[in-house]
Nanobody, 122 residues
Framework: QVQLVESGGGLVRAGGSLRLACAAS????????MGWFRKAPGKVLEFVSIFRGTDNYTEYAKSVKGRFAMSRDFVENILYLEMNSLKPEDTALYYC???????????????WGQGTQVTVSS
């Protein structure tokens, strides 16, 4: 069973940057699709980005495209989410997830981390 642990969240001012990390318990980039999702208070769980290890394909939500970028450390099995030009509306609990199917839907993912809080002040 894959275990995922997120880290790197925190409090930052608008316009600032954070880098989130998702450490996996085993090699996940090839057999699994990796996704980042976020949950803001009063809102549903929202797709942020997706990574497909077989061809290094990435996709981002419109709300973060151009500001967020993923990278990965294949040796350490870590997926990073670099977040720049942060806005107050980026405030949420951020989760990484792993699944067997390529999908932007949270329900298609089998394994989830515990989440890391990102708070952006105005």
């Amino acid at each position: 069973q894959v275990q995922l642990v997120e880290s790197g969240g925190g409090l930052v001012r608008a316009g600032g940057s954070l880098r989130l990390a998702c450490a996996a318990s085993e090699r996940t980039f090839s057999p699994y699709i990796m996704g980042w999702f976020r949950k803001a208070p009063g809102k549903v769980l929202e797709f942020v980005s997706i990574f497909r290890g077989t061809d290094n394909y990435t996709e981002y939500a419109k709300s973060v495209k151009g500001r967020f970028a993923m990278s990965r450390d294949f040796v350490e099995n870590i997926l990073y989410l670099e977040m720049n030009s942060l806005k107050p509306e980026d405030t949420a609990l951020y989760y990484c997830a792993a699944g067997r199917s390529f999908s932007l839907l949270p329900s298609r993912y089998d394994y989830w981390g515990q989440g890391t809080q990102v708070t952006v002040s105005s």
